[in-house]
């Protein structure tokens, strides 16, 4: 016990003792056991701009659970809650339907959630000033409080990269666009438009963003809601003007889409671009997160799975599947290309096109 006692306080000594101990407990004990950021460089090709360096906040093996535990280093989200009147309450299903049978496996459980209100049409013009980058539970980017400089009215948006509190962004959706031959956009010509307007975080339409920007919440339609490029770190270029209609954007995947010049999008990528290189470390923490265990088809049996039952760690004579029998390898699950006209250019599909 004396020896216990002796190497749990030169433990601490070493890493909480140094340090002046916060007022929080559940931050003093992050401190404690955390070790500094380790930087990582990322692969170049990847990155909108310059190459970053991946901020990962690793911890000291005392549990089983921290040994593998990565955490992003986000030093300047809002500490606090939400502001509550962008928010509502997340009702949790278990992934059941109104009948009560499960329609969507492996969801149930996790902690309480309130559900944030993002404008994702941002129809309301004039300039708004970011009070201040918050965490969104319901998704993977970072979402941003603005407040508007004439209304004062408040609204979240998906934050870009890079975009900080005390930044102004602009709304400009309402613009028209101007006739052939005219250089004139809101009374300033095209070069002083692209200077002042087309910034990180504002908010135009395809037509009045210049060929090969980096732009993330596209829509589809005029005044419609940000569909295309809405996760962590995803975005779009446009690459070519299609016709007097329509425009070309690229997406990450490689395929290539017509979208109406009318469409909005946003200058930028979304923020939280190192999401993907998190660990949870614990199975707990999947499940704080609402996502319940997947067992392997090849564990169950029989009558449960295509892949159950046998003699050992077979699967018989069949193609990989999932449990209702469609193939999981090398079967396209999404429409031709015949059936969507508005892809230009498929993704690159096998091994030899994605090198």
């Not at 400089?149 to 900080?164: G, N, P, Q, V």
């Amino acid at each position: 016990m004396l020896k216990l006692r002796f190497g749990l306080f030169s433990l601490l000594s070493r890493s909480t003792l140094q340090k002046p101990i916060q007022n929080a407990f559940p931050r003093a004990i992050v401190a404690a056991f955390s070790t500094e950021a380790s930087s990582v460089p990322i692969d170049e090709g990847v990155q909108v701009g310059k190459p970053k360096e991946l901020n990962i906040r690793k911890f000291k093996p005392i549990t089983p659970g921290l040994r593998h535990l990565r955490q992003l280093v986000n030093d300047h989200l809002w500490k606090k809650g939400p502001h509550r009147a962008l928010t509502v309450t997340k009702r949790k299903t278990g992934g059941r339907n109104h009948t009560g049978k499960i329609t969507m496996r492996h969801i149930g459980g996790g902690h309480k959630q309130r559900i944030r209100l993002v404008d994702f049409i941002r129809k309301k013009p004039g300039s708004q000033r970011v009070l201040r980058i918050e965490y969104d539970p319901g998704r993977s980017a970072h979402i941003a409080l603005l407040e508007h400089f004439e209304t004062k009215e408040k609204s979240y948006i998906l934050a870009c990269e890079d975009l900080r509190a005390g930044d102004v962004v602009e709304s400009l959706t309402h613009l028209k666009k101007p006739a052939s031959g005219d250089n004139i956009i809101q009374g300033l010509d095209n070069g002083q438009f692209f200077v002042e307007k087309v910034k990180r975080g504002n908010c135009l339409p395809l037509w009045a963003i210049p060929t090969g920007t980096a732009i993330y919440g596209i829509s589809l339609e005029q005044g419609g809601k940000a569909k295309l490029c809405r996760s962590a770190g995803s975005y779009g270029r446009i690459t070519s003007i299609y016709d007097d209609k329509y425009l070309v954007v690229k997406l990450q995947s490689g395929e290539e889409r017509r979208v109406l010049q009318t469409a909005s999008a946003t200058i930028g990528r979304v923020s939280n671009i190192n999401w993907q290189h998190r660990k949870l470390g614990k199975a707990g923490r999947s499940r704080w997160l609402g996502i319940r265990p997947t067992v392997r088809g090849m564990a169950m049996n029989a009558c449960d799975h295509p892949h159950g039952g046998g003699g050992g760690k077979s699967i018989g004579n069949k193609p990989p599947q999932s449990p209702w029998g469609v193939l999981a390898k090398g079967f396209r699950t999404r429409k031709g290309r015949h059936k969507n006209k508005m892809i230009v250019k498929g993704r690159p599909r096998g091994k030899k096109n994605k090198r």
